[in-house]
C-alpha cells in the first residue's frame, strides 16, 4: 500500500508569495495532521482533522496559513503570504480512529522562503 | 496538560555499543499511548512501536526493546549492539484519551550517533 504522499518535496519561493502544500493520506485512514518541523521549535503540530473536519486548529500560527480537507483523499496547507521565518520541513500524516492511532508520516516538503 | 521529555538530546556510541534511550511522560489520563519515532538523516519519520497504558509488557523487536514502566512514568528505548544505520534522532510520543483528541505531543527527540 502507498504510504503517505505529499507534494511538493522541496520549494523555495520569495517572500510575499503564496505557497500551497499537499498531502494525500493513507486510504481509509480517517485522521490528517500538519506538522510543522524546525531546529528551534522541533516537531509542532499546525491542524488536524477528523473526517475531513478541523478539529483542532491551535497550532496554525497566524493567519497567513490556512488548511482544508475537500475530500477524505486530500488535503491543502497554504501559506499566503509566506515569510523566511516560515522555512521549514512540513509534514503531514495520518491514523485511523481505532486501534492504536499510530500516525504514519509523509516524507515532508522543505519550505524555502527566501 | 501532557507533556513528553527526553533528557538526553544527543547520544555517541561505537558501533555494537548498546545504547538506551529515555522518555518520561505526564498525563492525567488513565488511558494513554506512547509510540517511538524514528528519524534518519533521510529526514522521514519512522513509526517504529506503540504501547497502551493498560499494558506493561516489554517488547523485543530484534535489537530494539523498550521497557514500559507507569510507576516511574517512562517508556524507554534500547538499541542493543547498535549498527551505524541506526544513527537518527529517535522520539518519543504520546497521545491521551479520547476525549482529549487524538493528537500526539512529541518529546524534543534525542540523537543517536553511532561511529564505526
Known amino acids: 500500500d502507498a504510504g503517505v504522499i505529499q507534494s511538493p518535496r522541496h520549494e523555495v519561493t520569495e517572500m510575499g508569495q503564496e505557497v500551497t502544500l499537499r498531502c494525500k493520506p493513507i486510504s481509509g485512514h480517517n485522521s490528517l495532521f500538519w506538522y510543522r518541523q524546525t531546529m528551534m521549535r522541533g516537531l509542532e503540530l499546525l491542524i488536524y482533522f477528523n473526517n475531513n473536519v478541523p478539529i483542532d486548529d491551535s497550532g496554525m500560527p497566524e493567519d497567513r496559513f490556512s488548511a482544508k480537507m475537500p475530500n477524505a483523499s486530500f488535503s491543502t496547507l497554504k501559506i499566503q503570504p509566506s515569510e523566511p521565518r516560515d522555512s521549514a520541513v512540513y509534514f503531514c500524516a495520518s491514523s485511523t480512529r481505532t486501534g492504536g492511532h499510530e500516525q504514519y508520516f509523509g516524507p515532508g516538503t522543505r519550505l524555502t522562503v527566501t | ?116
Open chain 2, 1 to 116: 496538560a501532557q507533556k513528553v521529555t527526553q533528557a538526553q538530546t544527543e547520544i555517541s556510541v561505537v558501533e555494537k555499543e548498546d545504547v538506551t534511550l529515555d522518555c518520561v511522560y505526564e498525563t492525567r489520563d488513565t488511558t494513554y499511548y506512547l509510540f517511538w519515532y524514528k528519524q534518519p538523516p533521510s529526514g522521514e519519520l519512522v513509526f517504529l512501536i506503540r504501547r497502551n497504558s493498560f499494558d506493561e509488557q516489554n517488547e523485543i523487536s530484534g535489537r530494539y526493546s523498550w521497557n514500559f514502566q507507569k510507576s516511574t512514568s517512562s517508556f524507554n528505548f534500547t538499541i542493543t549492539a547498535s549498527q551505524v544505520v541506526d544513527s537518527a534522532v529517535y522520539f518519543c510520543a504520546l497521545r491521551g484519551s479520547e476525549a482529549a483528541g487524538n493528537k500526539l505531543t512529541f518529546g524534543g527527540g534525542t540523537r543517536v550517533l553511532v561511529k564505526p
